[in-house]
């Protein structure tokens, strides 16, 4: 099982950024895909969550109207779209992908940085 996020790096306060996760090693439609996010000094957080079955999204809501996910099935790929970052969006982002309590995987992630 493999999750390799990129499209992380450094942009200017309303700047946008698109990260990537491809997957590989298990049955990608079936599972749940999720952006998680870790500050530093601060616990990883929930940012935005798209389901197998329905495509249905869910965001945090301090990224909600700004950030948007999405999957490509046919790719094994889920993105966020981030749009008018801010400061207090730089963190490391995780891609999560879930289909029970024994199938739970993470990236290594992706630094995104937002500074003038």
């Known amino acids: 099982v493999q999750l390799v996020e990129s499209g992380g790096g450094l942009v200017q306060p309303g700047g946008s950024l698109r990260l990537s996760c491809a997957a590989s090693g298990f049955t990608f439609r079936h599972y749940a895909m999720s952006w998680y996010r870790q500050a530093p000094g601060k616990g990883r957080e929930l940012v935005a969550a798209?389901?197998?079955?329905?495509?249905?999204?869910n965001y945090a809501d301090s990224v909600k109207g700004r950030f948007t996910i999405s999957r490509d099935n046919a790719k094994k790929t889920v993105y966020l779209q981030m749009n008018s970052l801010k400061p207090e969006d730089t963190a490391v982002y995780y891609c999560?992908?879930?289909?029970?309590?024994?199938?739970?995987?993470w990236g290594q992630g992706t630094q995104v940085t937002v500074s003038s």
């Open positions: 798209i389901s197998s079955a329905t495509g249905n999204a």
């Open positions: 999560n992908a879930k289909f029970s309590m024994s199938a739970d995987y």
